[in-house]
């Protein structure tokens, strides 16, 4: 019988699954007009919950707009950590996506509009932080790193 840990990754697969059968459902039906909009519904998704839980944590905004990110991932199987961080700018690296890792059919054009999500958390912090994606797990890169800057 699989363990905790095991059914708990594979519901994250599944989770990821569903998002990708979404996502090509709604280009299939609406083409690109309705990926751009499941994109912004993500973006304002993650701007609610921003809101809510930057006033849970204290410290330098950059730093909270990192932490925010770097609690999704853990509590969605990503592996990631801080590799640089500098006075206006802060990198994160994802050495481990359970979506690209599990999931079929996974590709850089679902990464993109997830990460939409991840904008939107941070700019409930401060909307003058930027978020950006210098690196790609789903276009062959050894990594993600996601990067954070003023």
């Known amino acids: 019988m699989p363990d ?9 697969a599944t989770i990821g699954s569903l998002y990708r059968d979404f996502l090509n459902l709604i280009e299939d039906k609406r083409s690109y007009k309705g990926v751009k909009e499941l994109t912004e519904l993500m973006r304002k ?7 809510k839980l930057k006033e849970k944590l204290k410290g330098k905004e950059l730093e909270i707009a990192a932490k ?3 609690d999704l991932h853990g509590r969605l199987g990503f592996k ?15 050495s481990y996506c359970p979506w690209n890792a599990k999931v079929k059919g996974w590709n850089s054009k679902l990464c993109a509009s997830l990460d939409a999500y991840e904008q ?6 401060n909307a003058k932080i930027k978020h950006g994606v210098s690196k790609r797990l789903s276009l062959g890169d050894k990594c993600c790193e996601i990067v954070l800057w003023r």
């Open 4 to 12: 905790y840990k095991k059914l708990f990754e594979e519901a994250v």
């Open 45 to 51: 998704k993650g701007l609610k919950t921003g809101k």
């Open 68 to 70: 925010l990110l770097l």
């Open 80 to 94: 990631s950590k801080v590799v640089k961080k500098e006075k206006n700018k802060i990198v994160i690296r994802v």
């Open 120 to 125: 939107g958390l941070v700019m409930a912090v």
